[in-house]
């Protein structure tokens, strides 16, 4: 009779984490591809080979990755070693290793997170749209 329409709108929580569609667990070794189409896909075990997707994929603190991964989101908080292309974003955990060449949309590493290599932001052109300032001095 006295409730307030809105109050449970304004108790909104975080938005809750994607469900995890794939996993693969601690202490499994898969050697081949993974095709994950638009699914997501949690890796606990050891990856040698390579991931594709089109969602997002979690290397979980026990996970290990050798090889590629094209996907994307990625989230780290494991190990990744090889060659990534990550079409939006990729998040390096503070517990997170990556090395190798990486290709992003954007990046984020938190505090602790590791990237070693070489990192290229996707759709950057290699030409700056202004002129750098002249360093003429006989103006």
Do not use: Y
Request: charged share 20%.
């Amino acid at each position: 009779m006295f409730s307030n329409p809105n109050a449970n709108a304004a108790k909104k929580g975080p938005a809750p984490a994607q469900p995890i569609h794939t996993l693969l667990g601690k202490g499994t070794l898969w050697k081949g591809d993974i095709h994950t189409g638009v699914n997501s896909l949690r890796i606990e075990g050891t990856v040698e080979g390579s991931i594709h997707g089109e969602g997002e994929v979690t290397i979980a603190p026990t996970g290990i990755v050798n090889g590629t991964i094209h996907t994307k989101h990625l989230i780290v908080t494991g190990r990744i070693e090889g060659v990534f292309k990550i079409e939006q974003c990729l998040e390096i955990h503070g517990t997170g290793w990556v090395e190798g060449e990486v290709e992003v949309g954007s990046l984020v590493v938190d505090e602790g997170g590791t990237l070693l290599g070489t990192c290229t932001r996707r759709n950057l052109s290699t030409t700056p749209k202004t002129p750098p300032p002249s360093t003429d001095a006989t103006a």
